[in-house]
């Protein structure tokens, strides 16, 4: 099970997962190890709660469509590859077809293709 290291937020919930060694510039209440699922996991899901109305429907951020836990998908707005980090501010709830379904998707279009015949 791989290891990080994690901001806390005020309720004690992982709010940031860190990439390099800046948690050293925080205090030491602030800071956690946990397992990589577990940190993403809560992280998600603070991300998907800012969306939720109050039927208790999540909704993407960038077209509104309900999505629901399995469904949705969260998304870095600063990606990893660029210095982006995994975090509640960093990230944001997305439907398939706004995160990676479609040529106008924030990603483009990711969906497996079968090879063209010439």
Known sequence: MKMVRVQLG???KPVRIFRDKSWRLLPEDEVAWMSKKEAVEEIRRQVFEKTKDAM????????????????????????????????VDNSVCLCHNCHTGSKNSRHGDRRWQTSKLT
């Open 56 to 87: 208790g429907w999540y909704h993407c951020a960038d077209c509104g469509s309900r999505v629901n836990w399995v469904f949705g998908e969260m998304h870095e707005i600063v990606p990893k590859g660029k210095g982006g980090e995994v975090s």
């Open 10 to 12: 005020e309720d004690g």
